[in-house]
């Protein structure tokens, strides 16, 4: 089987940058993950964040779980659970705005921090989106500006643990679903695995390693590529022992953007008689996925080309 794809961002400075480039072409056509290392945020800083997340955790959410969660997805339950997760989480906004002074039980080292990372993997999504449109001919920051809406992007981190479970066949840590926005940035457990990708209808695990980010592409990825990325399902599988951390940064289009496919691609692809991916405004697209998260994808794209948005709008503007 093919191994998952790792990318060593080192590499992109020296003369192995092209086989670099032409890694990541194939983990965004064929994959739609791929997990970086030495993506330049300091593995001490890491290591701080994973620290004080875990104690958060611990403080603050884990006997919290365990009373409202933990005894009443299970009690008394035979068959699979299909309409809750057996995760413990909260938010934090970035951008346009941030919440972070207001999310409660926070110590201020903890805000500090989460403030500091959300900067690195901001600078990193923006590096990577650039890395994207130089592989598929785009001119550099085409999907920045794509994502702009009039405030600039969205940019939010879910933070996640998913605590032992005793009955792992009934209940997944978090339901099979594609992604909604443009890319993700996920710090997750070096230790405690349970992601997975479906490939080639197959369960694949993403293989835990210390200090990597896993990146991941959104629907909004798949709809300006014209399907020349694809958005991929993937779950947490509940684990017996050990409890998995997940910080996942979303970075996606600002509310109001115009998505639609980048019109270089469409020229290129409308040759091979490949179909053209709805146009629409973001927050539309959120309203409808927000109760259709853990259906499939095909379908929220044939309702946005439904309603396709009336929309005048000339090309993204260059730099």
């Known amino acids: 089987m093919e191994s998952f794809p790792v990318i060593n961002m080192e590499k992109l400075n020296g003369e192995e940058r092209g086989a670099t480039m032409e890694l990541i072409k194939d983990a965004c056509e064929n994959w739609g993950f791929f997990e970086l290392m030495n993506h330049g945020i300091p593995h001490e800083f890491m290591d701080t964040v994973e620290r004080l997340t875990k ?36 938010y934090l906004r970035h951008l346009p705005q941030s919440n972070i002074s207001e999310v409660p039980d926070l110590e201020d080292e903890y805000r500090e921090v989460m403030k500091e990372f959300a900067k690195r993997l901001e600078k990193l999504a923006e590096e990577l989106l650039d890395l994207l449109c130089e592989n598929l001919g785009l001119e550099k920051g085409y999907l920045k500006k794509a994502f702009n809406g009039a405030k600039g992007p969205n940019f939010g981190t879910k933070v996640s643990n998913y605590p032992p479970c005793p009955k792992p066949d009934l209940i997944k840590g978090l339901r099979a679903h594609t992604d909604a926005g443009g890319i993700i940035l996920l710090f997750q457990d070096d230790k405690v695995s349970g992601l997975q990708l479906l490939k080639d209808g197959q369960w694949i695990d993403v293989p835990p390693m210390r200090h990597s980010i896993v990146i991941n592409l959104g629907d909004q990825l798949e709809v300006i590529t014209n399907g020349k990325y694809k958005s991929i399902l993937h779950r947490v599988i509940a684990q017996t022992d050990g409890n998995r951390m997940s910080i996942a940064s979303f970075y996606n289009p600002g509310s109001d953007a115009v998505i639609y496919p980048a019109p270089a691609l469409v020229e290129k692809q409308a040759e091979e008689g490949k179909e053209t991916y709805p146009k629409f405004v973001f927050d539309d697209y959120m309203k409808l996925y927000a109760g259709l998260k853990f259906q499939a994808k095909e379908p929220r794209f044939e309702a946005m080309k439904a309603i396709e948005t009336n929309v005048t709008m000339g090309p993204i503007a260059t730099a």
């Open 55 to 90: 104690e958060h955790y611990k403080k603050c959410m884990e006997e919290r779980f365990k009373d409202l969660v933990a005894t009443k997805s299970l009690e008394g339950v035979q068959a699979e659970v299909t309409d809750r997760d057996w995760e413990s989480t909260f």
